[in-house]
């Protein structure tokens, strides 16, 4: 194991810790417990439910305010918090795009107080970075192919709860400062953020306001040298970024409230630097020099707008009604690409070009909750939603992909029974999927052989099942099955896109079939004393996937095929006897293959574009007094990918990040560090998918040191 030593070593001699939070694994599985700290039951506002996550029987985690802050001081952003925190989660990109980032090997739905991010009709892989996480109180991770949030989730629901409102009459608020650099600090890899929100109760009525902007400089690998920009995808490094967040509440009666939550987030390239290509035959990665390519640089922007009325005394149940309105604009990054070439527009083949994702979403949901007997509770609920996607090249102002329209509607309805006290508990549902795609005539571009398409307006409705099983003999030790269906609709806009057949019309045209996964898992969790620990094994299938295939431009197309499944998570944590020590293990094996040949029969492993390697995590927290501080190691392990090349072969790397806190009077100081021992990588999606792709043959970021301050008055 290549660099254990290194990432055991930290782990067993420096007790750091965060205030309050136990550490990796132990923060999953203390999460998934049935009570917080202050033994109060933990609600995950994601489950659509009212219930404790000890009476659902599924894999929930929550990372809670205090540990995303924490990894957000290490990282910078929500996504590389849950990849740490959570080993089902891919390796992210440490870019802009998150295409190839999955969740237990499929696809999360990314929501915002359940507002869907994703767009799955027309994929930019966009959805992690929607909103900046200074604004958001938590984040609650469903695992597992469910249809709890509708479209999008075969890999499980990651929803960030957003601040709430404050709790007493008076102002409130929290300031936060941060800057960061490689450990040398050179100039041009400097970055800050600059973040404030106040917040005001005046009996009924409140109000909380806020802004965020922050700059990113260049990031620097393990050996000291610039990390290549993807000027095509888009970057976070050499960026920047700001949001403006608002929510109004008004306290209708003591148990009704009305809420407006509106937010808009804006990340854009600075174009101050271009890519070099690297060596794969010499292990040489790309880098950047500066310089300027033309066009726009790539960027992502994101409004949203939830207005939300609740009740948790009406007619002895709960209920919950939301409006959400949901715009995103995706811009890449450009180049001479022989699919955007056109010879009416330039006929010597030198077209410059790039394109732009345009979503917008409106849709609403309605639930109802009610104990009808005891420990006999009724949910129903109904859920509607119209999503409008369209892909354009900027400069020439083509339609790459048609306007697409998705319109679902989708009522559901469980029912949670306790038996002998809740020493069994059953639960189960379902949920019905009435979904219409709907495309105009359209013809494709010139590469794609200005092809004629028919419109037309496929429909599909899917029953949706889901039940499982709670054991709980003793309180603290509890087992589970379940069972459930989650769905989402294929990459249409690829498909969409690449059609060259005449004559193709879209209402019988196979490749638009939903994508149906099931996913069937076994779990046990116990927590017990000192003892935090959890162990699941999950197994998920869909006859007629979705895979993704590099072409040879470097953009990826759209595979139909059978697709299964299946991993193992093992979360340890325990307290020690020395006072605020605590210490977590975390490891998860995912292992999927793919029908290729279309026999019926899964005969290829996934590669890394669609599946994630195994992994441990180990982590240490230590506090005391106003001090308090964690390092956390994840170890990526090496693997090979049966039936594909052996360039596609993992080496495997390994990260170790700390973080020290102090809390004065006066605000908490922060110093963090990511790749604490600078180690040199490859990213995985570089070193397993683009495997002849010197351009985008991308080195991990070494070392980077952040210095915070995080006041809340």
């Keep these: 194991m290549k660099n254990l030593f290194w990432t055991l070593t930290p782990l067993a001699i420096l007790p750091l810790a965060i205030v309050g939070t136990p550490a990796v694994a132990q923060q999953q599985s203390s999460d998934r417990a049935r009570t917080n700290d202050d033994d109060q039951p933990i609600i995950v506002t994601a489950t659509r439910s009212q219930l404790p996550v000890s009476a659902l029987p599924i894999t929930v985690d929550v990372i809670d305010s205090a540990q995303l802050a924490d990894q957000i001081s290490i990282s910078g952003s929500t996504v590389d918090a849950i990849s740490a925190l959570s080993p089902s989660f891919s390796p992210t990109r440490q870019k802009l795009s998150g295409a190839g980032e999955s969740l237990r090997g499929r696809a999360p739905l990314f929501a915002i107080n359940g507002v869907p991010q994703s767009t799955p009709i027309r994929d930019g892989s966009r959805d992690g970075y929607t909103i900046d996480p200074f604004f958001v109180d938590r984040v609650e991770l469903i695992y597992g192919s469910n249809a709890l949030q509708g479209i999008g989730a075969t890999g499980g629901v990651i ?18 400062l941060q800057g960061s650099g490689g450990d040398d600090f050179q100039g041009e890899g400097l970055g800050g953020k600059a973040g404030g929100l106040v917040s005001y109760r005046a009996g009924a009525f409140d109000a909380s306001l806020g802004a965020t902007v922050e700059r990113r400089g260049i990031f620097f690998d393990g ?35 009305l809420e407006l939550v509106a937010n808009r987030f804006s990340l854009e390239g600075n174009a101050n630097y271009v890519s070099v290509s690297g060596d794969r035959a010499a292990n040489i990665p790309s880098t950047s020099v500066r310089g300027s390519t033309p066009g726009d ?33 995706d811009v890449f ?48 609920g109904f859920d509607t939603l ?55 005539d359209f013809t494709t571009i010139a590469s794609a052989g200005s092809t004629a398409v028919s419109g037309g307006s496929p429909e599909f409705d899917k029953w949706l099942p889901n039940a499982g099983i709670i054991i709980e003999p003793v309180r603290g030790i509890r087992a589970y099955g379940s069972y459930s269906k989650g769905y989402t609709v294929p990459d249409v806009g690829r498909i969409l896109r690449g059609i060259t057949t005449p004559g193709v019309s879209i209402d ?105 390697p195994d992994r441990l995590n180990l982590s240490a927290d230590y506090a005391s007094g106003p001090l308090s501080a964690r390092v956390q190691g994840q ?56 495997t002849t792709d010197n351009d985008r043959f991308f080195a991990g970021r070494g070392r980077t040191i952040t210095l915070g301050w995080d006041w809340r008055f």
Excluded: C, H, M
């Design 635 to 690: 170890y990526y392990l090496s693997r090979r990918f049966e039936g594909q090349p052996a360039s596609a072969d993992f080496e495997g790397y390994t990260i170790v990040n700390a973080l020290l806190r102090y809390e004065t009077g006066w605000g908490a100081f922060s110093l963090a560090a990511q790749n604490l021992f600078d180690e040199y990588y490859i990213s995985y999606d570089s070193d397993t998918v683009r």
């Design 297 to 329: 640089p790539p960027s992502n922007r994101n409004e949203l707008v939830s207005l939300s009325l609740t009740d948790d005394d009406l007619a002895g149940g709960t209920f919950t009604l939301q409006a959400f309105f949901n715009r995103s604009r």
């Design 508 to 612: 019988n045209f196979l490749d638009v079939t939903p994508i149906i996964s099931d996913n069937r898992e076994l779990g046990l969790e116990v927590k017990r004393g000192p003892l935090d620990a959890s162990v699941t094994y999950f197994w998920s299938s869909s006859d007629f996937g979705q895979r993704l295939v590099l072409n040879a431009d470097g953009i990826f197309d759209v595979r139909r095929e059978a697709v299964e499944i299946q991993g193992l998570e093992i979360n340890l944590g325990v307290e020690t006897p020395l006072p605020g020590l605590k210490l977590g293990v975390g490891y998860s094996n995912l292992s999927g293959r793919v029908d290729t040949d279309g026999d019926g029969a899964v005969d290829d492993e996934l590669d890394g574009s669609n599946i994630s």
């Design 223 to 257: 050996d000291g040298n610039r990390v290549g920009v993807d000027g095509t995808q888009g970057d976070i490094q050499d960026s920047d970024s700001w949001s403006i967040f608002g929510r109004f509440g008004y306290q209708l009666s003591d148990s009704a409230r």
């Design 386 to 440: 119209f999503d409008s996607t369209e892909q354009v090249l900027v400069q020439t102002d083509r339609a790459w992909v048609p306007e697409t329209q998705f319109r679902s509607l989708a009522p559901f309805g469980q029912v949670n029974l306790g038996l002998f006290d809740r020493l069994v508990t059953l639960a189960g549902g379902v949920r019905w999927e009435n979904v219409q795609l709907k495309v105009d």
């Design 333 to 380: 990054g450009g180049g001479v690409f022989g699919t955007f070439q056109d010879p009416a527009i330039d006929p010597t083949g030198n077209l410059f070009e790039q394109s732009a994702n345009r979503s917008r979403k409106i849709g609403g949901k309605v639930t109802y909750e009610r104990e009808i007997l005891r420990d006999l509770t009724v949910t129903a």
């Design 159 to 176: 929803n960030q709860v957003l601040v709430g409102a404050p709790s007493e009459d008076g102002l409130s608020g929290r300031v936060l």
